[in-house]
């Protein structure tokens, strides 16, 4: 996804933001659970990229394997973008690990883009 309406520099210090984070984590939780998916909210913010991941990978391993209708239809809620699907994966991700890191950077960024429109509202 092209996004020019947050510099790249405030996309890369809101990583390391903890409400940030924290919303990302909270995004997540709730797309999946709308899909009957229980996701657990990280421990430790500071590995919540981490855990998050881990635990969407096997979901989306299972999901690849069992449901693709179901994972299609996840992707589409979530807004994944369907260019980047149709991209190959990179050598250094399976599929399943490429779809989860789409995942969670567009629900990092539609996080960040909740927060850039509050700050500029006039």
Known sequence: ???NLIPKTEIEKSKLNEQIIRETAEQVIKDFG???MEISFPE???FAYDELFE???MIIFDLLQKNPS???AL???IDVEEKKMRDNTPEIFS???WITDLILEREFLKVLTRHYFRSHKK
Do not use: C
Request: net charge negative.
């Open 44 to 46: 430790d913010l500071n």
């Open 55 to 57: 635990q969407l990978k």
């Open 95 to 97: 599929e399943h690990e």
């Open 70 to 72: 179901k994972l299609s």
């Open 1 to 3: 996804m092209s996004f």
């Open 75 to 77: 992707l589409y809620q």
């Open 34 to 36: 709308t899909f009957g």
